[in-house]
């Protein structure tokens, strides 16, 4: 399959003002300013297939909304190159546009005071969409959305949870090969969640449209991304599907134990029998974290038996998030 | 992908306007005291030009119609501004809150897909109050109707258009560079209350700043005297439609330039 990002060494800097303390501080910055750069975005490179869904991930202000800002063309990168489409995006901002449809979480892009359809129909005139693809487009969404009510509503009037609904919908309807979708689901309950993962996975499914979704919710990530790229602090920290992922940090396993007698002492004396692991203890539980690749869960199960008056036990599978939580905090080496 | 000509961009234009009219009026108490609102404001306008007026017969050398004149030309040469560019005021809040970015990923003209969003109806009525007062003092001028004359002031009308609408423009987009650009914009509308009177009652210093740095001396006065004067035309008043036509385009490059320079704000 081809590729439809290509993106080689990109790096991007911004020039900030070191700005001086209080009054006099400000007065001395009138007349001279001294600037430091910051590189948001760390020579970077990927590549991304037509109908991927990558899950782009990172703390806040690691550099996400950098790299997607320089993908649709909004901004230049300091250095690198990269290409969407068979085009440098900065340089055909609205050729590029054509191609992509973006989302941010939080700012819709529809007309504030019109209904839904009439946002669309204007969508529709501005890309230039032929009829029979905006027909096919509608019917599609028919019948992946009850999307009835929110045609005749002006968007000022709608929800939260509507409003990215349409938004996404808006973002589909030119039928582009790329869409970025900047923390869709943020702000929204469980089942408008579960709608919008679903929509998402649809539109990808049947218009094999490239997905970039930045999230912080890993519900998105499971739901829908197969492939995940993690960058902090500029730097690209992982580039793999998801599965490998949790393959490197499946291994480890937690094993929760409630026993008998004081749970401190229990603890402590469970630490000293398996010098393998690491033992945590909290109010109701000792949790003890099982590396399998050394020590079966079941062996570490049976010698505690033994030794211990067991009363309860859960076995808990490490988490994306907890998966994605270690290597924000110590990388995957 | 086909060009996208000025046909294009006039389409989209009227029916994002239509849906923008008929949205406002939905709201109909909003609508009515707009309209009066702005009623008022052209009638205070109006009186308190009136009573200057009652204290000096002439102004200079230009008795009350032709100042009448000047006053109405200058009305109707600054609507566009106010109807078109009128999302200009938001501009700097957009730009401060970051939200303008949501602007940059249409396949259109930047400045155009902004500007279209707002169109300022209350801007009509004070069109209509301009050309009331312009073909007012025109009669009691016994000036001619020729239809050249009528073509002269069209044409001398939509240039000087320009000259306001770019000074707006380049007060808008100082917001790109300055962050607390209010002041700026602020500063160079109310520069417009100035283009009504005939330059020559300034000093040397304002006459040469008015036309020459912050030409508003190009929105009403050089092109009106073209059909005011029309035995004595300066040299300037004949410039005025290249002028407006250079301006308009210097702060439409700027605000593009400002725009891209934009980099957002993190989200």
């Given at each position: 399959m081809e590729n439809i990002i290509e993106i080689k060494n990109i790096t991007k800097e911004f020039r900030v003002p070191d700005r001086r303390e209080g009054l006099k501080g400000s007065i001395k910055d009138l007349f001279s300013r001294r600037y430091h750069t910051v590189?948001?975005?760390?020579d970077i490179s990927m590549e991304i297939k037509q109908g991927e869904i990558v899950g782009y991930l990172g703390p806040n202000g690691a550099g996400k909304s950098t790299t997607i800002k320089m993908m649709t063309g909004v901004l230049e990168p300091s250095s690198g190159e990269i290409t969407v489409n068979g085009c440098v995006p900065y340089k055909n901002r609205t050729r590029n546009a054509q191609n992509i449809g973006v989302v941010f979480?939080?700012?819709?892009?529809?007309?504030?005071?019109?209904?839904l359809i009439e946002s669309f129909k204007l969508l529709k005139d501005i890309y230039m969409i032929p009829d029979e693809q905006y027909d096919e487009m509608m019917s599609l969404y028919g019948s992946l959305v009850d999307i009835e009510p929110l045609l005749h509503k002006p968007v000022r009037q709608m929800s939260l949870g509507q409003r990215t609904l349409s938004d996404i919908l808006a973002a589909f309807l030119h039928d582009p090969k790329i869409v970025f979708l900047d923390?869709?689901?943020?702000?929204?309950?469980v089942s408008m969640k579960a709608k919008i993962r679903t929509l998402i996975a649809e539109l990808n499914r049947r218009k094999n449209t490239t997905v970039i979704l930045t999230t912080h919710d890993m519900g998105d990530v499971d739901a829908l991304c197969e492939r995940i790229v993690i960058i902090d602090h500029g730097k690209m920290l992982y580039d793999n599907d998801i599965e490998h992922l949790k393959k490197f940090f499946g291994a480890y396993r937690t094993l929760k134990l409630r026993v008998r007698g004081d749970m401190e002492q229990e603890a402590q004396r469970i630490a000293e029998e398996l010098p393998m692991c690491s033992v945590k203890t909290d109010d109701n539980w000792i949790s003890v974290l099982v590396n399998e690749d050394e020590q079966k869960v079941v062996s570490v199960l049976s010698q505690l038996q033994n030794s211990h008056d067991i009363r309860d036990m859960q076995l808990e599978e490490i988490s994306s998030e907890e998966v994605i939580k270690r290597i924000y905090e110590g990388g995957v080496e | 992908m086909k060009r996208k000509g000025l046909g294009f961009y006039l389409r989209i234009y009227f029916k994002i306007l239509a849906q923008d009219l008929k949205s406002k009026m939905s709201y109909r108490a909003d609508f009515i005291i707009s309209t009066f609102g702005m009623i008022f404001t052209n009638i205070a306008g109006f009186v308190s030009f009136r009573i200057m007026f009652g204290n000096f017969p002439s102004i200079n050398g230009y008795n009350y119609y032709e100042i009448l004149f000047l006053y109405g030309f200058s009305l109707i040469s600054i609507t566009p501004t106010q109807c078109m560019l009128d999302n200009n005021w938001s501009l700097r809040q957009q730009v401060y809150s970051g939200d303008?970015?949501?602007?940059?990923?249409?396949?259109?003209n930047l400045f155009f897909y902004y500007e279209s969003e707002?169109?300022?109806?209350?801007g009509l009525g004070q069109l209509a109050f301009g050309i009331g007062t312009l073909v007012y003092a025109w009669a009691k001028l016994g000036m001619a109707v020729t239809p050249l004359a009528v073509v002269k002031v069209t044409v001398y009308l939509m240039t000087a258009s320009l000259v306001m609408a770019a000074l707006q423009n380049a007060g808008a987009a100082s917001c790109f560079w300055i962050e607390n650009s209010f002041y700026v914009l602020d500063l160079a509308f109310r520069f417009k209350d100035y283009a009504k009177y005939p330059i020559t009652i300034f000093s040397t210093v304002f006459r040469f700043v008015f036309t020459y740095?912050?030409?508003?001396?190009?929105?009403?006065y050089y092109p009106a005297l073209v059909v005011l004067r029309p035995e004595d035309v300066p040299l300037l008043s004949w410039l005025s439609p290249p002028a407006g036509c250079v301006f308009f385009f210097l702060s439409y490059k700027l605000w593009m330039l400002g725009a891209s320079k934009y980099n957002g704000t993190g989200s």
């Open positions: 590189k948001a975005v760390d979480g939080q700012r819709s892009q529809l007309w504030w005071a019109l209904p923390e869709p689901t943020i702000g929204l309950d | 303008f970015i949501k602007y940059c990923f249409r396949p259109i707002i169109f300022d109806v209350k740095i912050i030409p508003i001396a190009f929105i009403a």
